[in-house]
Structure formats: structure tokens, C-alpha cells
């Protein structure tokens, strides 16, 4: 049975960061490109930060770059998502997810709360 468990997510200050895992259970992890989605209330669900397989390649939209780290450890089947600087706009509900040609799974989400 497939699983994706994200945790790591909480209440931080704007400017502060967090550290965002993702463990993967159920399926070839190493062979899955991972990414982190988040998605705010009113507001789609948007792509955060990708890496491929191995790990050598990464993608990021430009809100984030700079501020955001995808990082995945395949022999712990875990992907992580290091966060700095945060603003109040990174607030969301973020989503791990794991695809494969037609294979695609979702964790159940983390809430990521940026406020004073």
C-alpha cells in the first residue's frame, strides 16, 4: 500500500523557516520524480519545487527560487523541503507528490501558517 506522510509543517514568523518531510512507503521511491505543492485557500493548487530521481536535477518557479530546497534521501525514502525567508504569501497547505510515467500519488498535506 502506497503512503505519503508529510509533516514538519507549523505556525513561523514572516522571514523564518521550516523544514517540510515527506516519507514514502509503498512503491520505488528512487524511481519517482518528487515535488512539493501547496495550495492556499480560494487558490489553486501550484507546483513549489521538483526534483528528479536521482536527485541531480531540480526546478523551481521564481516565487520561491533562492528561498526554497528540495532535497530527497533515497535510502531513507524521504524528500524534504527546506523553506527560508518565509512571507506571509507562502502560507498553504503543502502537498508532496510522487510521479512515475502514469503512476501518481499524493500525500494528505501539511498546513504552513506565516504570521506575526
Known sequence: QVHLVES???LVQPGGSLRLSCAASGFSFSLYTMSWY???PGKERELVATITGAGSNTEYP???KGRFAISRDNTKKTV????NSL???DAAVYYCKAA???SIYWGQGTQVTVSS
Open 8 to 10: 514538519g509543517g507549523g
Open 38 to 40: 501547496r495550495q492556499a
Open 62 to 64: 521564481d516565487s520561491v
Open 80 to 83: 524534504y523541503l527546506q523553506m
Open 87 to 89: 512571507k506571509p504569501e
Open 100 to 102: 512515475w510515467f502514469r
